[in-house]
């Protein structure tokens, strides 16, 4: 759902080359690829003033998401909240890249699209606009 290019296929292979030599963890090398990409896909949520309007959750929903990502019931109650927030915005949820990809996954079968971006996608040049925090 989230559509981002692969057409700087140099930037890509360029970050694999260089991440490859930390670790071969496939979520390690995704994570790396996408804060090579920040730029684009950070612009790819902002608005025309370069304004990307963000969601994050509280400190203590991290946690408790850390802690067990598996909770099916928590995982409910954070996926109804953060469609509740998001309801009628144009807003990404922000998080921690170790979160990012079991929340885009959580959130991709729910009927709103909400995307879920961690803080290292971020690019420099992006002013964030916070419209709230989920807590559960």
């Known amino acids: 759902k989230e559509q981002v290019s692969i057409r700087d296929l140099g930037l890509i292979l360029e970050t694999l080359g260089d991440s490859v030599s930390v670790s071969g963890d496939i979520g390690y090398l995704t994570e790396e690829t996408r804060r090579g990409l920040r730029r684009q896909i950070s612009h790819s949520y902002a608005d025309e003033g370069m304004h990307l309007h963000v969601i994050t959750l509280s ?4 946690k408790k998401l850390l802690e067990n990502p ?8 954070l996926a109804g909240r953060v469609m509740e927030l998001a309801e009628g915005r144009n807003v990404v949820l922000m998080c921690r890249k170790e979160l990012r990809a079991g929340l885009g996954a959580l959130l991709a079968g729910k009927k709103s699209f909400v995307p879920v971006l961690s803080a290292d996608e971020k ?3 992006i002013i964030i606009e916070f419209h709230g925090k989920v807590d559960v």
């Open 123 to 125: 690019a420099d040049d």
């Open 70 to 77: 598996y909770d099916i019931r928590f995982n409910e109650k």
């Open 59 to 62: 400190s203590e929903t991290e």
